[in-house]
Antibody, heavy 117, light 106 residues
Framework: EVQLLESGGGLVQPGGSLRLSCAAS????????MTWVRQAPGKGLERVST???????YFADSVKGRFTISRDNSKNTLYLQMNNLRADDTAVYFC???????????WGPGTLVTVSS | EIVLTQSPGTLSLSPGERATLSCRAS???????LAWYQQKPGQAPRLLIH???SRATGIPDRFSGSGSGTDFTLTISRLEPEDFAVYYC????????FGQGTKVEI
C-alpha cells in the first residue's frame, strides 16, 4: 500500500524558512515523479513544485527563486526547502505521487505551514 | 496555461439523486489528459478519474467521467451520503492546472 507522510510544517515569521519532508513507502520511490501541491485556507489546489525521476524540476511562478525541491532515493524521501516565506504561502502542503501519466495518483495527508508575525 | 472552469460552484442535492459536474478548458486538452478528484473537509484529495473516463482503483462505478476537447463531465449516478464533498478537475496535457472546484452539498 502506498503511503506518503509529510512533516516539517509549522508557524514561521515572514522572511523565514522551513523544510518540508515527505516519507514514502509501499512503492519504488525512485521510479516515480513526485510533486508538492498546496491549498491555502478555504481555497483550491495549486501545484507548487515537481521533481522527475532524473532530477528535473518545475516550480510555480509564485515560488520560483524561493523554493527548491529535492529527493533522496536512498531514504525514500521528498523535500521542499522554502525560503523567504510570505503570508500568501500559508497553506496545507501535500506531497503527491504521479500515476502512469501526469495525474496525482496518491496523496499524503498534508502538513500546515502558517506564515505570520 | 490551460485554465479550467468548473460549474456550478455549488450543487445542492439529496442522497439518491444524480449529480452532474462540468469542467470546461480554455483550450483543447489533448489525449483527454483530464482527472477528477474528491476532497472531504480536513482530508487530502482522492483520485477518482484519469484519462477523462478511467476510474481509479477502488472507485465505485457510480462515478463516471466523460468528455473530450474542452468539455468534460463527472457524473455521480446516485449520491451516497459519503459523496458530499468538493470535486476538482485537473488537466495534465499542458503543465498541470486545477479547476476551482465544485461543492456538492445536501
Amino acid at each position: 500500500e502506498v503511503q506518503l507522510l509529510e512533516s516539517g510544517g509549522g508557524l514561521v515569521q515572514p522572511g523565514g524558512s522551513l523544510r518540508l519532508s515527505c516519507a514514502a513507502s509501499g512503492f519504488i520511490f525512485s521510479n516515480y515523479v513526485m510533486t508538492w501541491v498546496r491549498q491555502a485556507p478555504g481555497k483550491g489546489l495549486e501545484r507548487v513544485s515537481t521533481i522527475t525521476t532524473s532530477g528535473d524540476t518545475y516550480f510555480a511562478d509564485s515560488v520560483k527563486g524561493r523554493f527548491t525541491i529535492s529527493r533522496d532515493n536512498s531514504k525514500n524521501t521528498l523535500y521542499l526547502q522554502m525560503n523567504n516565506l510570505r503570508a500568501d504561502d500559508t497553506a496545507v502542503y501535500f506531497c503527491a505521487k504521479d500515476g502512469a501519466d501526469w495525474y496525482f495518483e496518491s496523496w499524503g495527508p498534508g502538513t500546515l505551514v502558517t506564515v505570520s508575525s | 496555461e490551460i485554465v479550467l472552469t468548473q460549474s456550478p460552484g455549488t450543487l445542492s442535492l439529496s442522497p439518491g439523486e444524480r449529480a452532474t459536474l462540468s469542467c470546461r478548458a480554455s483550450q483543447s486538452v489533448t489525449s483527454s489528459y483530464l482527472a477528477w478528484y474528491q476532497q472531504k473537509p480536513g482530508q487530502a484529495p482522492r483520485l477518482l478519474i484519469h484519462g477523462a473516463s478511467s476510474r481509479a482503483t477502488g472507485i465505485p462505478d457510480r462515478f463516471s467521467g466523460s468528455g473530450s476537447g474542452t468539455d468534460f463531465t463527472l457524473t455521480i449516478s446516485r449520491l451516497e451520503p459519503e459523496d458530499f464533498a468538493v470535486y476538482y478537475c485537473q488537466q495534465y496535457a499542458n503543465a498541470r492546472t486545477f479547476g476551482q472546484g465544485t461543492k456538492v452539498e445536501i
